[in-house]
């Protein structure tokens, strides 16, 4: 039997988000009931829930940086067990078949997938409802466990923000002897710079401003510049080996590109609402690459998580009300928070 759940949806793209309840599905065969204890505010909910990325699903319950504890598992379940800590990030489904599924490259399933935790039609056709509600069924191929190191609200913005910076850092194998920049210092930026310090790259933060140099530097940044300082541009010149965007907004791509060294390489996991515009001789003259990045595969999201609970590494929260939802959407909008808020599921 599927169950009413209490929730913050959209009602509308732009609406304020209100409280109202989903429908859950019974637990199936493969499914695990989590009772969802905390969920993270990721810059993506607010581009889906404006229609920013184009048409999107209404109502909408965003949210897909989730953690909590199993409440039920169906009768096939393996891998996991009632009272187990667990989280669920963008995914919540794929085809389990195409090459990249079984690659482990979920997030970049080409059977018809994958299914995303919210703004998504299920492979029963059904809309997928995300975090910012008190329960959740998901398969248990797309449930991670988290580590008893780390607290569950520290750790849920790593089910997002974790792991899109941690799989690109992998990817283009940030560490010793590697710099790294990462620009934008907000959910996923901050992320971004523990995670590449872990690694034992040198990590630089290229921020609009120097408000959070002391926040970056204690992140494990080794240097830090301000981007509206025209110097920095100077300064930093063909130095990195690796860029990590993470800014919402589109940037003067060619004066980035000018900070990479030969071979270097410009990784976007920002994903701007507009197109953006790029001079390809900025790239051309020294063998510089441009590209993005989405997400992590599920194998990979646990390695990231057992990583950050060896390495010390969690996100830095604002543990918020359900109620306060919409005003922490302005503050991500204007670039106040440090680093990423975190709506505590008992007040929804
Ligand atoms: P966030 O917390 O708002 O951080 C973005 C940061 O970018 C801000 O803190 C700010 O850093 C900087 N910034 C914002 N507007 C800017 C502008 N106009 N010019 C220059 N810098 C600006 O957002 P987030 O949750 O980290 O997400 C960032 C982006 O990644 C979003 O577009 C989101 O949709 C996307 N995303 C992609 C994936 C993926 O799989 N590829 C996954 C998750 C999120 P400073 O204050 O330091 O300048
Ligand atoms: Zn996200
Ligand atoms: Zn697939």
């Excluded at 953690?67 to 598992?73: I, L, N, P, R, W």
């Excluded at 935790?117 to 797309?142: A, E, I």
């Excluded at 965007?245 to 900070?259: E, G, H, K, Q």
């Excluded at 001789?281 to 999201?301: C, D």
């Amino acid at each position: 039997m599927s169950t009413t759940v209490a929730a913050y949806a959209a009602p509308a793209a732009g609406a304020p988000l209100e409280r109202t309840t989903v429908e859950r599905r019974a637990v199936g065969e493969l499914d695990v009931l989590i009772d969802i204890a905390f969920v993270g505010i990721c810059h993506s909910d607010i581009h889906q829930a404006r229609a920013g990325w184009g048409a999107a699903i209404f109502p909408m319950v965003p949210g897909h940086e989730i953690t909590g504890v199993v409440a039920e598992v169906g009768p096939g379940v393996t891998a996991f067990a009632v009272g187990d800590r667990v989280g669920v990030g963008c995914m919540v489904d794929s085809c389990r078949t195409c090459e990249n599924c079984v690659a482990g490259l979920e997030q970049y399933c080409t059977g018809g997938g994958p299914v995303w935790t919210y703004n998504s039609l299920g492979r029963d056709g059904q809309p997928t409802y995300g975090g910012y509600s008190k329960q959740v069924v998901v398969d248990q191929h797309f449930v991670v466990r988290v580590p008893d190191a780390l607290a569950l609200d520290a750790a849920a913005p790593l089910l997002c923000a974790g792991i899109t910076t941690y799989s690109p850092l992998r990817h283009w194998q940030a560490g010793p002897g590697k710099k790294v920049a990462v620009v934008g210092l907000g959910g996923l930026g901050h992320m971004g710079v523990q995670l590449a310090h872990a690694l034992g790259a040198e990590v630089t933060v290229l921020s609009q401003s120097l408000r959070k140099k002391d926040d970056g530097l204690r992140l494990g940044a080794d240097h830090y510049h301000a981007t509206a300082d025209p110097a920095t541009f100077e300064q930093l010149k063909r130095s990195f080996d690796l860029i990590l965007n993470t800014v919402s907004a589109p940037l003067d791509f060619a004066a980035y590109f000018s900070l990479l060294r030969t071979d270097g390489a410009m990784v976007n996991v920002g994903l701007p609402e507009e197109p953006v515009l790029v001079r390809l001789q900025s790239l051309g003259g020294l063998r510089r690459s441009m590209s993005s990045s989405g997400i992590g595969g599920m194998a990979e999201t646990q390695e990231m998580l057992d990583f950050c609970a060896e390495h010390g590494v969690a996100a830095e929260i604002e543990l918020i009300r359900a109620d306060q939802v919409n005003e922490a959407y302005e503050r991500v909008l204007a670039s106040d928070v440090r680093f990423r808020f975190v709506i505590d599921t008992a007040t929804i």
